[in-house]
């Protein structure tokens, strides 16, 4: 059985999705068979598996570090929120029902077979297992019948290093507090202490480190510098959402922006990891919306995917921001939208079921659609091409793309509106030929229910190229990061630079003894 190690964190978005994708890349380059596991993970944030399976993306985002190729065994619950007190509750990748906070902290203790079934799994095919937790082991109201800290640790007999987030200040009483509340039992599966997300002169912070290890008798085992990586993110605590982020340059990272992008920050927004190819690009500014006042003059507007179409579209009418997008798409602005997105853009979205919020509701009437939702999810990953387009994305015509779908609703065009793709679905319970998405005559709206429609080669450059000659301006080059390499390539090279860097900040040779010693 393979040997596991377990990331826990002081808090949510303490950065143990990035330590443990880390940690993963390591392993696999000192030639270990290595896979990630979270037991439960809480994100709108998902992929489809070649199963048809759902699973987290930050999970995904692991097990491309670690080399391997994703599995729902990795991420056996997923729960994805619909409203602010319950989720969409989803076991080995399939759809169980929606539950309320209450009704899930009762249920959750059926779990367990699963998850020790598909950790076993794990374990008895890899080397080493790098296992994540979730927010901060010390909620101890909901210490009882814990499956995902120190619950999921004592599973697993796995040793534990606990990662403080130096960044929102307060790192030493985050660390300190957080073992102090632990049982003694707790305390003492936890072998090593991470400070995280550091900027300055790290002499400093040294009195600090020792006053820490005499506190919690136990070592720091490393200071993780503030890395800026263009990594998948797992949930809504994204740095990417700061608006202040837009403010300090025309582009991201003091880049010449040629291209800007706007896309649409939803209440309940998904799969925002759709986007993050179009971030990556030289020459393109893209930046997250939530008002009006924020919006400006883009040269194109993105409706992400949602949770909660209905209530999401509410949102945007309420908010002003569905009359800002129409207005910018009667004056010629490019509007894309994605799953939720795209059936918002139609006339009507129609919930006989009640699968969202029931009834029937007018669309934005950007194109014409018709939207019903269904209790049947689709989950399927697809490969095709896009149609003959008009416009200004007469470029994309033909050209290939891979990607996934997971959606529940039905939507029809009609009149002149274009499909955008034409597909084949290659997973899950699909597997025929079809079309997808729509387009408008002229091409200045379109939409798809594909996730990662922008990762396929060449189609993010292929998307900046056309808008930015539709402006009249040419961008310089299209490439990612400061060499010019595909948007594979350029994700490989932010795991070696991740790895690279906890290499420098972490000691590797505690890490492999902690490891190999477990929680004796």
């Known amino acids: 059985m393979g040997k596991a190690i377990m990331i826990q964190g002081t808090m949510s978005s303490a950065g143990k999705s990035v330590i443990a994708a880390g940690l993963c890349r390591i392993f696999h380059q000192d030639g270990y068979r290595t896979v990630p596991f979270k037991s439960q993970n809480m994100a709108l944030n998902s992929y489809i598996t070649r199963e048809g399976l759902e699973m987290g993306r930050a999970q995904v985002m692991q097990a491309q570090a670690a080399g391997t190729e994703p599995s729902v065994d990795m991420n056996p619950i997923l729960l994805k929120p619909v409203n602010d007190t319950g989720s969409q509750v989803i076991v080995h990748g399939e759809v169980v029902g929606n539950m309320s906070a209450r009704e899930y902290f009762e249920y959750k203790k059926n779990l367990v077979p699963v998850i020790r079934e598909s950790y076993d799994r794990l374990a008895a095919e890899n080397d080493i297992i790098v296992i994540e937790g979730a927010g901060s082991p010390a909620e101890i109201n909901l210490n009882q019948n814990d499956i995902v800290n120190m619950g999921m640790a004592k599973m697993a007999s796995a040793p534990v290093l606990l990662v403080g987030d130096i960044d929102r200040g307060g790192v030493f009483a985050q660390l ?93 927004i998904s799969n925002f990891t759709d986007f993050n190819v179009l971030e990556a690009l030289n020459g393109v500014r893209l930046r997250y919306v939530s008002s009006v006042d924020k919006l400006g003059h883009p040269d ?72 019903v939702f269904t209790s049947r999810k689709t989950r399927t990953q697809v490969k095709g091409s896009f149609a003959s387009l008009p416009g200004v994305f007469h470029p994309l015509s033909a050209h290939p793309l891979e990607g996934y779908e997971i959606h529940m609703g039905i939507t029809t065009r ?107």
């Open 300 to 371: 194109m507007i993105i409706l992400p995917g949602t949770k909660n179409t209905m209530g999401d579209l509410k949102w945007l009418r309420q908010c002003g921001l569905e009359a800002a997008v129409k207005k910018a798409s009667s004056e010629g602005t490019v509007i894309f939208g994605i799953c939720g997105g795209y059936q918002m853009m139609g006339n009507t979205l129609s919930d006989p079921e009640g699968v969202e919020e029931g009834g029937r509701m007018r669309g934005m009437g950007l194109i014409p659609t018709d939207t």
């Open 176 to 268: 300190t507090g957080t073992v102090m509340l632990l049982g003694e039992e707790e305390r003492a599966m936890v072998k090593g202490l991470i400070i995280n997300k550091f900027r300055g002169d790290k002499s400093i912070l040294d009195p600090g480190i020792q006053m820490l290890e005499d506190k919690c008798s136990i070592p720091v085992v490393g200071t993780v510098p503030y890395l800026n990586l263009a990594l998948d993110d797992e949930d809504s605590l994204t740095e990417r959402f700061s608006e202040e982020k837009y403010e300090k340059a025309d582009g991201n990272d003091s880049r010449t922006a040629c291209v800007d992008i706007a896309v649409i920050r939803l209440p309940r």
């Open 414 to 520: 009609h009149g002149e509106c274009r499909n955008l793709t034409g597909l084949h679905a290659v997973s899950g319970r699909q597997s025929e030929d079809k079309y997808d998405g729509a387009c408008t005559a002229d091409g200045s709206v379109c939409g798809t229910y594909v996730h990662g429609i922008f990762d396929s080669d060449g189609t993010a450059e292929k998307v900046a190229e056309a808008l930015a000659g539709r402006a009249g301006k040419k961008l310089s080059g299209t490439d990612f990061g400061s060499e010019k390499k595909d948007y594979r390539s350029f994700e490989e090279s932010q795991y070696d630079i991740l790895a690279a860097a906890l290499r420098r900040s972490l000691s590797m040779e505690k890490i492999y003894q902690i490891l190999r010693e477990g929680i004796t």
